[in-house]
């Protein structure tokens, strides 16, 4: 299982949000390079880079960090956030980006998504965001009305190979994730699963890793010394 240290971005900061909530922010880095170079030197493998500011307003705000954090590491990094067109994702693309991550457009446009699928594969992933079981879009901020497992199997039909779901009630809580519905995808897709959302200790990582997640994705736990990312590389 993968470890990705999540580094949000929001107005060219790295900050966590609660749940979210634009409005529920706290400011960990003023650069976000820096904390790339700090979890590349405690063994992360990838980096999960998300512009918030791109996820609300359905355009790509912080390119220009991005290339900064590119820049500062030599590690893979995926990136979400506002990826609503081919040309945001041939730029990122070309600056080295390793993976995209698409939500709203995923959604909204599948004919869009399946030509991306059939020219990238695996350098394309879905993030399905949850609340209660059903899919948010827009940064988390409109409700879809269609199943969280339901956009899954409808993923895996279409040839997406690696998935992040995310319960944005647990997301930034620091209360354990959601064990029951990342089990219940895991169980009826064959995607990878990327586990997001309130991992707050070890011993959440390694049920995730017993359920068979292919990853998992960590915030707040990390910035708040919840978990050390040195001594869960140790123990993998």
């Known amino acids: 299982m993968i470890i990705y240290p999540a580094i949000d971005i929001k107005e060219g900061k790295c900050v966590r949000l609660t749940q979210g909530k634009f409005t529920e922010e706290k400011i960990y880095f003023q650069q976000p390079k820096d904390v790339a170079k700090m979890w590349q030197e405690k063994g992360a493998e990838v980096l999960h880079i998300v512009d918030l500011d791109g996820a609300l307003q359905g355009i790509s705000k912080n390119l220009s960090v991005i290339k900064e954090i590119l820049e500062a590491v030599d590690i893979p990094i995926q990136v979400g956030g506002g990826i609503r067109n081919k040309q945001t994702l041939e730029v990122l693309f070309d600056i080295g980006v390793e993976k995209i991550i698409l939500g709203t457009k995923a959604i909204e446009d599948k004919g869009f998504l399946k030509e991306l699928v059939e020219k990238y594969d695996r350098k394309?992933?879905?993030?399905?965001?949850?609340?209660?079981?059903?899919?948010?879009?827009?940064?988390?901020?409109?409700?879809?009305?269609?199943?969280a497992i339901d956009l899954a199997a409808e993923m895996e039909e279409m040839g997406v190979?690696?998935?992040?779901?995310?319960?944005?009630?647990?997301?930034?809580?620091?209360?354990?994730?959601?064990?029951?519905s990342i089990q219940d995808l895991q169980e009826r897709t064959r995607v990878d699963i990327i586990a997001s959302g309130g991992v707050t200790s070890m011993e959440d990582l390694q049920k995730l890793s017993t359920i068979g997640v292919a990853g998992a994705i960590v915030g707040k736990a990390l910035y708040e010394g919840k978990i050390d990312l040195e001594k869960v590389k140790e123990g993998c």
């Open 124 to 147: 394309i992933i879905v993030s399905i965001d949850a609340k209660e079981g059903y899919v948010a879009t827009d940064g988390w901020t409109k409700a879809s009305g269609v199943r």
């Open 161 to 180: 190979k690696t998935i992040i779901y995310t319960d944005i009630a647990r997301d930034g809580m620091l209360k354990g994730p959601n064990f029951e």
